[in-house]
């Protein structure tokens, strides 16, 4: 993601979320599709691996759907809270247009402390 | 931790039985000691991350002071900040992970200190003014030892004075780094939450001026605000008395003469730009990011030594005393402007 883009809009709708970013583009986030995502300490290792993986997926997929509360940090990240399942995570920009965009947030390394 | 160079800190094991990340696909498979690595890995890290996020709680405001290069006065001016804002009353922190030479300890009175570590956990020197000191230095055999850390154990070094330092509450954590663009800024961006912002130091040399330009590329490209740009060594001022209202000439640095008239006691004083004035503010305004102020020359700005002592704790009403609590002054204005900008405009939530 070019260094510029920064996030200037977040709708937030019944089972995704909405970004508009300041390139004009718009994409989409599906609730399940962020929490797998989640670049905090205990999820991070739990995509390390397929297996793994496959049951954290099935995991966050079944948590119930509902509306984030969402709280800007500094300028350059968001975090997520839920009822349910993990809020600990604090999503960077960068990160938010990686997971929209379909790729792989982590570039398909494993969990590492701090990389978010 | 493997690699660590903090080797007093035993990361507690989980305990056999508990819940076990692999799934606990059979009940009796005991791990490898591979395995047992990367659990114990993984439950320190998760540990760490959590006294992270309590951290970014505990600790009101956090500062990071940079330079684009080495001897502009960097540690010197961050010590200043932590000694000036404990001056209004503020419970400060002071880390310094400038590896390339760590001297705050020195200028704080603390030469020679070690790290002191209790049940897994690091506790801060504490220095003039009552400032909580973390350094570097605290880790060398002794303080003239210059060490080369390679990469990783580096930054595992930093991050554990991050996330296992007990620091307390603290108003403000004031954070020295190497010069130039480093891992250690990155290091620090991604583990603290919620920084506030950079400080960027720079002489007014036109070589400084440069490299602080850069700086400010940096902070933007770290997604860390820049507080502002403060000036220092800018100007020598030398006092002098003579008649009451007599004029008297002066010859500066570049042999220019320069006319004082002296006040009405007969006391004169002229500020001699020792490098060209005003660069730090011109280059802040070219790259429309604050300017805090300027910090005059002051050969005695340290009193030299382990037990050294900076210039606002020898002379807190002098020149640099004065001049230092109006850069935090400005400083606190532009990490309130931040945040206001910030809760506004920006980013629209539906
Ligand atoms: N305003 C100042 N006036 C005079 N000497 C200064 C001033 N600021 C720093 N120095 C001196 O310059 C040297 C380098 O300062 P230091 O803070 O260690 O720089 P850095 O951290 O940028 O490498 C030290 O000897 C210090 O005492
Ligand atoms: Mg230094
Ligand atoms: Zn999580």
Redesign the pocket.
Known sequence: MSENLNLVKLERMNSEMELTWSDGSINTIAYPTLRFWCPCAKCGPRRDEEELSNQFQVEVDSLPTEKPIVNPVGGYALHFEWSDGCSSGIFRFERLHDIALGENPDGGKPYTHGAW | MTGSPITQHTPKSPKEGDENPSGEKEEDATPTADQQRQMEQAFSQMKRKMTIQEMGDKIKHKIMVL?GK??????????GLALSLANQGNTVGLLDI?IT?P?VPK?LGLGGHRLNVEGGRIFPAVGQRGVKVISMAFLLESDDTPVVWRGPIKLGAIQQFIGDVEWGELDYLVI?FP?GSSDEPLTVAQSLPNIDGMVI?TTPQEVALLDSRKSVGFANSLKVPVIGIVE??SGYTIHGTAQANQTISVTGPTNEIIEITANEAGDWSVTLDIFKQGGGQTTAEEMDVPFLGR?????G??RGGDDGVHRIVAQPEGE?AIAFASIVEAIKKQIKDNKDSQSSGGLEII
């Open positions: 330079s080495g001897g502009v006065g960097k540690s010197t001016v961050a010590t400038d030479g001297n200028m020295d010069p130091v220092n060594m910090l005059p020359f002051d050969p700005v340290i640099s």
